[in-house]
């Protein structure tokens, strides 16, 4: 079973890896494509923490709400709440520039910020999964 899990959780942070790298790249056009990118930013923090509570046996919640998500993940490890901020930051991002609204989408460096915020969750997630 452990097995299986750590393979499932591996398989998540593969993804999460693949949202990090398609923000990036959403960056680079002309112009750039900051509402996906910050969707994307969100995505990968999303896939962190359900590949933590998937290594630990849990079947994540079908929820974007970091929030929610990150609080499952401090019941196992409590020095996760270091990732509080960073969970509250990007949760919007699931839904705020995902579909049309008279609000702008988000500047290049709001999304440089965020890229840099879920690109150091997803390192800290993987650094507790590797101890």
């Known amino acids: 079973m452990a097995d299986d899990n750590t393979r499932l959780a591996s ?3 593969a ?3 693949h949202d990090i ?10 112009p750039p494509i900051t509402d996906t990118a910050a969707y994307h930013c969100q995505q990968a923090a999303e896939k962190a923490f ?7 046996g849990v079947t994540p919640r079908k929820t ?4 929610v998500l990150l609080a499952e993940c ?20 699931a839904t705020t520039f995902r579909y049309p609204t008279v ?7 709001d999304v440089l910020e965020a890229i840099d915020c879920a690109a ?4 800290f997630i993987r650094a507790r999964l590797e101890r």
């Open 50 to 56: 359900k590949a933590f509570l998937a290594y630990h």
């Open 103 to 109: 609000d702008p989408d988000p500047d290049v460096a």
């Open 11 to 13: 398989a998540w942070l």
């Open 15 to 17: 993804k999460a890896d």
């Open 64 to 67: 974007h709400d970091l929030t």
């Open 74 to 93: 401090c019941k196992m490890d409590g020095d996760l709440v270091i990732l509080a901020e960073t969970a509250a930051m990007l949760t919007p991002f």
């Open 21 to 30: 790298e398609t923000a990036r790249r959403a960056l680079v056009g002309d």
């Open 120 to 123: 150091s969750a997803l390192r």
